[in-house]
Nanobody
Framework: VQLQASGGGLVQAGGSLRLSCAAS????????MGWFRQAPGKEREIVAS????????YYADSVKGRFTISRDNAANTVYLQMNSLKLEDTAVYYC????????????????????WGQGTQVTVSS
């Protein structure tokens, strides 16, 4: 699976951004999709994950109620809508894919994912 993330940028605190990740090369709907982020000097951390059909989602506590993950299997794309952005949301955001036979699973460990996009920078300013 090849993944191409886009939509990052500079936004003021309290603002919104929508990230997109387009996939190619493998049946998109066979994959759990995840968004991760990595801030300077910190480890990569889960932001959100979505099951193959989109019926189940997982969010890190730090983004619950502010971020929404969704997917369009017909368009081979996963999205991350980020609202009420905070300074601490500043990071490089990565999308990732994990092929799985389990329709309702989500995964939150980076090591469980097999394919990664190149990352897109999100910078939140005061």
């Amino acid at each position: 699976v090849q993944l191409q993330a886009s939509g990052g940028g500079l936004v003021q605190a309290g603002g919104s951004l929508r990230l997109s990740c387009a996939a190619s090369g493998r049946t998109f709907s066979d994959n759990v999709m995840g968004w991760f982020r990595q801030a300077p000097g910190k480890e990569r951390e889960i932001v959100a994950s979505i099951s193959r059909g989109g019926g189940k989602t997982y969010y890190a506590d730090s983004v619950k109620g502010r971020f929404t993950i969704s997917r369009d299997n017909a368009a081979n794309t996963v999205y991350l809508q980020m609202n009420s952005l905070k300074l601490e949301d500043t990071a490089v955001y990565y999308c990732a894919a994990k092929p799985t036979a389990y329709v309702s699973s989500t995964y939150y460990r980076a090591r469980e994912y097999d394919y990664w996009g190149q990352g897109t920078q999100v910078t939140v300013s005061s």
